[in-house]
């Protein structure tokens, strides 16, 4: 395994705040043709739902999103800290 995906608190929590993001949206379309306002979930709430109904379809999909976006996390923080220059340690 690479070492950038091997867990630790940065990735998880990053992970975990884009994950409670709403950034699934829907529309409601009326029968008259026009379209409602747009509704937005948050992912952690369709995977928690999904895995109340046993709906496993769906359920396994929103894991899937969740390994998606820990990889995609992951790969940004490694870039950052290898971006950032290491501090020095100071010499006493």
Do not use: C, H
Request: aromatic letters at 10%; a positive charge; hydrophobic letters at 55%.
């Amino acid at each position: 395994m690479p070492k950038f995906l091997k867990p630790n608190w940065v990735n998880i929590i990053a992970t975990l705040i884009v994950f409670s993001l709403p950034f699934i949206g829907e529309r409601a379309r009326l029968p008259d043709g026009t379209i409602t306002e747009t509704v937005f979930y948050r992912p952690i709430l369709l995977l928690v739902t999904y895995l109340q109904m046993q709906e496993w379809q769906a359920f396994l999909l929103m894991s899937g999103l969740l390994l998606v976006i820990y990889i995609a996390v992951s790969v940004v923080v490694a870039l950052i800290l290898k971006l950032l220059p290491k501090s020095k340690k100071n010499k006493v």
